[in-house]
């Protein structure tokens, strides 16, 4: 377990390193000049020059991204040298657009991203696990011709366009669900109504909803086809043989070996899910990383961009380590091979 | 008995039980027709005949081809006008909206005709307040969407195969590289990078559109997606190879001196069609849903060039006054993608009849 668990972080490390490089080369090296865009509106020589300065494109590459990594960092080497403590904040730069710390930006978003992303995996497993069972225990019944029709509705249907859709109808026509806002469940601001669990609970229904729909289509299908697979299996059948109860039969033998590989699954598709909320949260308004993304995209804050995606990506490999390491805990065969 | 004689009476009983068989089945068209075993390929074409499902989205496909590059420039032409041209006229109604489906706008930009005045129909109506035809803006859209949606798959496929057999049939260090390189790439949070990418390469490469073969943007999305989706088919074609390059055949292609390429090539691919044909069918729609949801982000194909995308984006902004704008690049959409999801679902269930439930 130890040795795996080091193999794990070290590559966790070469894919943070791997995942830096990359980020780095595409956000300051290939944009015609980040100096320009730096300045804004004040295209001065003299400004430009400055921002030559700041940002170090006066000096060679591989130091430009050696300060830009050593500020992901959270030592401070530096700070040892002086004899401050080594332990520093990890800093994602200085937005463009408004001189504020990327960090705190990003602070700000991330929480929203999470709420629909992990409300949103509740909602697609609430969804598609009793559908994707009971159309496998009756297959070709009206239901699991439905379930399929779900199936390919959900997979083909743009998640943006389920959205706009359900605004339209159940925000603006039916006044059932508010036109998409988000409320912060812990702090909300002073002087509104929109703040607590209530409403934020309430807010995020229909982003869940549209967020989850893919997935729940994809859940669907997957789920159904491991529990049909799991009933043709011999020990299922010896199971029944034996003379055990149909409901002991399903609780012990079928569902529990059918739903391994969805544990499997949730685990990536929650961390691929970080990437597709960025639709829901621009259909809906809400705060989040995309729409943080899309709105430093438009103003060309390139810290900012690049801060969502360092920190988005950050998260994923966080996330996929520990769900690792969690399957390593209860499956020996993994950590062994 | 001699094993001589032996083999000659077996062959002999097997040749009389097909011609038995021969004489009770074909015998009332005459007896003379030789059995012929069914290819493969035939076989998968009964399957697939029988999928209703696959063929209307086979045909849905084909339409959908013959709309864009036929039906665009078709209609462009009748209605005279073009999908950029812009009509003060349509943009506002009488109420102040973008005008609705079925209407005539006047053609007159100078505002000086009072009675009689030229008009053009929009079928589909405005498409907001440039007062462009949504109608034939989704036609060109649906041009944008093949070509990015191919495009993609294509490069994807291509790296994905061309990597996929390498690692699989050489293994070794060259297995470990390319699967390490499919591990970095899977970690990375493909749309958020798709997204960025796209915003800061999409600059210098829009403007590549072979001499206009190719719509404006449609270069950037190809490579982006194509860049980002290849370790899927990738780690397919590897477990494929590797578990093939064991088998007899190869032994034997490579005992008569067969180059390694010429095993990968005439050995080895052909066993991969199937599994390669559904999964770029499957690819081909999710990349659809990709170029509408980054043409909706801002960051996909660039206007004026029209994509089904950038019509969403565009619709909500009229959702009180025109909703029906919000409707019809999804339902586009919608019915590209279910038409390649249902193409591809019954070519893996005609491939391989034990995959379907």
């Known amino acids: 377990m130890i040795r795996y668990l080091i193999r794990r972080l070290l590559w966790a490390l070469v894919l943070f390193f791997a995942v830096t490089v990359v980020t780095y080369v595409i956000f300051f090296l290939i944009p015609a000049d980040p100096a320009q865009r730096a300045c804004g509106q004040l295209q001065t020589q003299q400004c430009l020059e400055q921002a030559h300065h700041f940002l170090g494109l006066d000096r060679p590459v591989y130091v430009q991204y050696g300060k830009f990594f050593g500020r992901l960092l959270p030592f401070d080497f530096n700070g040892l040298a002086h004899g401050h403590s080594p332990i520093k904040m990890p800093s994602l730069g200085i937005s463009f657009a408004n001189r504020q710390q990327v960090n705190s930006i990003v602070g700000g978003a991330a929480p929203v991203t999470a709420s629909l992303v992990f409300g949103g995996a509740v909602t697609w497993l609430l969804i598609s696990i009793p559908i994707g069972i009971l159309s496998a225990l009756r297959p070709r019944s009206l239901l699991d011709r439905g379930a399929m029709m779900f199936v390919l509705i959900g997979i083909s249907a743009h998640p943006v366009w389920i959205g706009l859709i359900f605004l339209y109808l159940f925000a603006f026509k039916v006044h059932i669900f508010p036109l998409g806002e988000y409320c912060n469940m812990i702090n909300p601001p002073v002087g509104t109504s929109c703040g607590g669990p209530v409403q934020w609970f309430y807010h995020l229904i229909l982003p869940w909803i549209t967020f989850a729909i893919l997935f729940a289509a994809l859940y669907v299908r997957m789920i159904r086809a491991n529990v049909i697979e799991t009933l043709n299996e011999d020990y299922v059948r010896t199971a029944r043989a034996k003379g055990a109860p149909e409901s002991k039969v ?5 569902l529990r ?20 909320a960025i639709f829901t949260e621009n259909v809906y308004d809400l705060p989040g990383l995309g729409r943080v993304l899309r709105l430093s995209l438009d103003n060309f804050d390139l810290p900012t961009t690049q801060g969502i995606v360092v920190f988005g990506t950050v998260a994923i490999i966080a996330f996929n380590l520990i769900v690792d390491l969690l399957y390593a805990a209860i499956d020996p065969r993994i950590r062994l091979s | 008995m001699s094993t001589k004689e032996h083999d000659r009476e077996v062959i002999g009983s097997v040749g009389g039980l097909a011609s038995a068989v021969a004489v009770e089945t074909h015998g009332e068209l005459g007896g003379t ?38 039906g665009a420039p078709l209609a462009k ?19 102040g909206a973008p005008t609705g489906p079925w209407s005539h706008v006047s053609t007159d930009l100078t505002g000086t005709c009072t009675a009689h005045c030229p008009t053009t129909l929009y079928i589909l109506g405005s498409d907001g307040e440039l007062g ?71 600059q210098r490469l829009n403007d590549i559109t072979f001499g206009g073969v190719i719509g404006r943007g449609v270069f950037t999305l190809v490579t982006v997606i194509g860049l980002f989706s290849w370790f899927y088919p990738a780690r397919i074609v590897r477990a494929q190879v590797l578990s093939l390059r064991e088998k007899e055949f190869v032994e034997a292609a490579r005992m008569v001196g067969a180059s390694d390429f010429r095993i990968i090539r005439s050995h080895l691919l052909p066993h991969l069609v199937a599994p390669i044909i559904v999964y770029s069918t499957l690819i081909v729609a999710q990349n659809i849903l990709f170029e509408a949801g980054l043409s909706f982000l801002g960051v996909g194909i660039p206007l004026p060039q029209a994509s089904w995308g950038n019509l969403l984006e565009e619709a909500p902004k009229y959702y009180t006054a ?10 586009t959409v919608l019915l590209a993608t279910l038409a390649f999801n249902l193409l591809g679902d019954g070519l893996r269930d005609s491939f391989d009849p034990r995959s379907s439930h």
């Open chain 1, 250 to 254: 399903m609780r012990s033998h079928v």
């Open chain 1, 257 to 276: 070996n059918a739903m391994l590989p969805v544990v499997t699954m949730l685990g990536m598709d929650i961390a691929l899910g970080l990437g597709g």
């Open chain 2, 33 to 70: 027709e030789e059995i012929r075993a069914r290819g493969y390929w035939e076989q998968v074409w009964i399957r697939f005949r029988r999928d209703k499902a696959a063929i209307a989205g086979g045909v849905f496909i084909i339409f959908m081809f013959f709309a864009a590059y036929g």
């Open chain 2, 77 to 95: 032409h009748l209605l005279g006008h073009g999908p950029n041209d812009q009509f003060i006229l349509a943009a506002l109604n009488s109420k």
């Open chain 2, 132 to 202: 462009r035809d949504e109608f034939l803006r989704l036609l060109y859209g649906a041009q944008v969407s093949l070509e990015v949606a191919l495009g993609a798959t294509i490069v994807s496929m291509c790296l994905g195969i061309l990597l996929g057999s390498i690692a699989g049939y050489f293994g070794g260090w060259v297995d470990m590289i390319v699967s390490r390189l499919t591990e970095i790439v899977m970690a990375f949070p493909f749309l958020l990078f798709v997204v960025a990418l796209s915003s800061t390469v999409g």
């Open chain 2, 322 to 331: 025109q909703p029906w704008l919000m409707l019809w690049p999804g339902l």
